[in-house]
């Protein structure tokens, strides 16, 4: 496992951009594949996005497709979550995962990542 600090979070208002950041504490994320989850009050977690161990694969929910950008070179560190055009569904706390043993058709289950952050709370609201 590796520790994952997040970082960028705030409060915004609808349409606003945000960039919240994934760094591994002492260490890299190279050869990691790096997630972000997220979880609103009342809700289950949910997949957002998710970078590859080599970084030449990056997936995405549905509900961001087209507004929100994983660095794909996790190579370094820290990895970003870019999120543009933000909605107030978009409020929850986005959550870091990180895991060596991550295979490409298990990116979007968190099961599958054993090292997460602390969470970084992101508000959308005008």
């Known amino acids: 496992q590796v520790p994952l600090v997040e970082s960028g979070g705030g409060l915004v208002q609808p349409g606003d951009s945000l960039r919240v950041s994934c760094t591994a504490s002492?260490?890299?994320?190279?050869?990691?594949?790096v997630a972000w989850f997220r979880q609103a009050p009342g809700k289950e977690r949910e997949f957002v996005a998710a970078?590859?161990?080599?970084?030449?694969?990056?997936y995405y929910a549905d509900s961001v497709k087209g507004r929100f950008t994983i660095s794909g070179d996790n190579a370094k560190n820290p990895v970003f979550l870019q999120m543009n055009d933000l909605k107030p569904e978009d409020t929850a706390v986005y959550y870091c995962?990180?895991?060596?043993?991550?295979?490409?058709?298990?990116?979007?289950?968190?099961?599958?990542?054993?090292?997460w952050g602390q969470g970084a709370q992101v508000t959308v609201s005008s």
């Open positions: 995962a990180a895991g060596r043993g991550v295979i490409t058709s298990s990116l979007r289950n968190h099961e599958a990542y054993p090292s």
């Open positions: 002492g260490g890299t994320l190279r050869g990691y594949a």
């Open positions: 970078v590859s161990r080599n970084g030449g694969f990056t």
